[in-house]
């Protein structure tokens, strides 16, 4: 995530009926979203 921030990328996330999610500031994610962004950031550099 740091390092998206830092490329000042922005990603846009959809549901399963496409449409835009809800967004948060990274100060008030939940245990469960912090697992989340660390798996994602753990997918960085995967092009799917």
Partial sequence: ?????????LYLVL???HTLLNSTQLMHL???E???????????GIIL
């Fill in 15 to 17: 549901d399963l009926d």
């Fill in 34 to 44: 912090e697992y989340l962004k660390g798996r994602a950031d753990s997918l960085s």
């Fill in 30 to 32: 939940t245990s469960e």
């Fill in 1 to 9: 995530m740091k390092n998206l921030l830092c490329q000042k990328r």
